[in-house]
């Protein structure tokens, strides 16, 4: 999900007409997932989504970002065979 004009303009159609929908799920790009001020954009439209009527009496909206590397990780700390784990 990118966020776009047109985007937002089918969610809007979706959230009008499909009666039998319970769940959305939406996942930012990697691009739009690195810039908080865009996750912040996107979220505020969709709670401006979310505030209008829906045609499903109950939908479960969710908004994910992409898999992302952590490498601050307890199993990676925790391994003696590792020189040096914050590396």
């Known amino acids: 999900f990118r966020g776009d ?4 303009e089918f969610l809007k159609i979706i959230a009008k007409y499909a009666k039998k929908l319970q769940a959305l799920l939406l996942v930012l790009t990697t691009e739009k ?4 001020e865009e996750v ?3 979220t505020h439209e969709l709670g401006a989504i979310g505030g209008s009527k ?3 009496d109950k939908c479960l909206v ?3 970002g992409p898999d992302v590397k952590n ?3 307890f ?3 925790s391994d003696l065979s ?4 914050f590396k």
């Not at 004009?5 to 937002?8: K, P, T």
């Not at 590792?82 to 784990?85: A, E, K, S, T």
């Open 40 to 42: 912040d954009r996107i």
């Open 62 to 64: 969710l908004l994910l």
């Open 75 to 77: 199993r990676r700390a």
């Open 54 to 56: 829906w045609a499903a």
């Open 5 to 8: 004009r047109s985007e937002f």
């Open 71 to 73: 490498f601050w990780s």
């Open 82 to 85: 590792v020189g040096d784990p």
């Open 33 to 36: 997932f690195a810039s908080a």
